[in-house]
């Protein structure tokens, strides 16, 4: 499976649709029926929130076992007090929010393609005539150095590639110090996890989510239903809309952010290096008539050439290992070619039990 080099069809930007004032959204976006999003009595359900304050002296083995238990049993937590300055989390989703609103000829400079999916894109999956998700986004890269081109960071804003710059940093400050927890967690080295994505030579990369008002938010979806590909993701929601969905026993539960929190998610890799000790989840965004949404999805990926699989410390006659060996590069493949369906992949990928 090699990565296409365009669009199976012309791209129509949704913030357009959403601009032009249609009342009825295109049959393009409307889910089928079972798969659309459904109206249920609100509860006071959410993922957990962990605050990290203390985490990396003495007094903090309750937060461990906290996030041990969250990333067994949910595999999304919220964190507060993570280290990352507050105003620059403001600063992030400010930029990017100005950024969309800039004319659209800028923002078609920037156009991407599915060779790197790098730039200023409107769907996932190459699958002509796919049912789309009611959303734009802005891929770019941080690490490895070799693929990061500030120049196919927007230029307007002024300011994006500076603010853009040193949040990248700080996220991935943060992540590498989650990595050594993750990894404890297990009975492993500290440094087992953030080895096995390439020790200093990671992969980190950022997805800004746009998601335009939309008329019928019930025929359709912002994101569909999937468990993140990579490692880990640190996700800077918008402030004051939720639309997050995170399955939970058969249900979809709305994430309620926490003030200045980051949502984290396992992703498939890490399932993957801890044989399941740690599970990815499937997630899925909705959308409202009312309005915008703006998310920053930082991943925290393994290096693309690098064989992942299951720790061997973690596999035993009794717990065999359940996913074979392959790189980040041919996994993600997937996602990149069909688009977000569910756990499917993961799946595709395990070892028979047989």
Request: charge should be neutral; glycine fraction near 6%; proline fraction near 8%.
């Amino acid at each position: 499976m090699n990565n296409p080099r365009d669009w199976p069809e012309p791209i129509v930007r949704v913030q357009s649709l959403s601009d032009s004032g249609i009342y009825k959204i295109p049959d393009r976006y409307v889910k089928p029926p079972t798969e659309r999003p459904i109206s249920l009595h609100t509860n006071d359900v959410n993922i957990p929130i962990i605050d990290l304050q203390g985490l990396f002296n003495d007094e903090s083995t309750s937060l461990v076992e906290q996030i041990s238990e969250a990333c067994r049993n949910w595999g999304f937590f919220q964190v507060v007090n993570h280290g990352v300055p507050t105003e620059l989390m403001d600063q992030a989703r400010q930029v990017w929010r100005e950024f969309f609103h800039q004319p659209m000829e800028m923002k078609q400079s920037y156009a991407n393609s599915p060779k790197t999916y790098e730039g200023y894109g409107s769907r996932l999956g190459v699958e002509k005539a796919a049912i789309l998700d009611w959303s734009d986004y802005y891929f770019l890269h941080y690490l490895p150095c070799s693929l990061k081109d500030q120049k196919k960071w927007p230029a307007l804003p002024l300011y994006l590639r500076e603010v853009i710059e040193e949040y990248s940093k700080q996220v991935v400050n943060f992540g590498g110090r989650l990595m050594k927890v993750l990894s404890a967690n297990l009975g492993l080295r500290e440094d087992y996890l953030q080895d096995a994505f390439g020790g200093n030579d990671i992969g980190a990369c950022l997805r800004v989510n746009f998601y335009p008002k939309c008329p019928q938010p019930d025929l359709t979806l912002g994101l569909s239903p999937h468990s993140d590909p990579g490692g880990l993701t640190i996700l800077l929601p918008d402030q004051h809309v939720a639309g997050l969905q995170v399955r939970r026993n058969g249900d979809w539960i709305t994430v309620k952010p926490a003030s200045h929190a980051f949502i984290v998610n396992i992703g498939d890799q890490i399932q993957v290096l801890s044989n399941a000790i740690y599970k990815s989840v499937e997630h899925r965004v909705i959308v409202n008539s009312e309005e915008e949404r703006v998310s920053l999805a930082f991943f925290y990926n393994p290096r693309g050439d690098l064989m992942i699989e299951p720790a061997k410390e973690l596999v035993t006659p009794h717990n065999p290992p359940l996913y074979p060996p392959m790189t980040f590069n041919e996994y993600r493949l997937y996602i990149r070619t069909k688009g977000p369906q569910g756990k499917s992949q993961l799946g595709k990928s395990q070892k028979s039990s047989r």
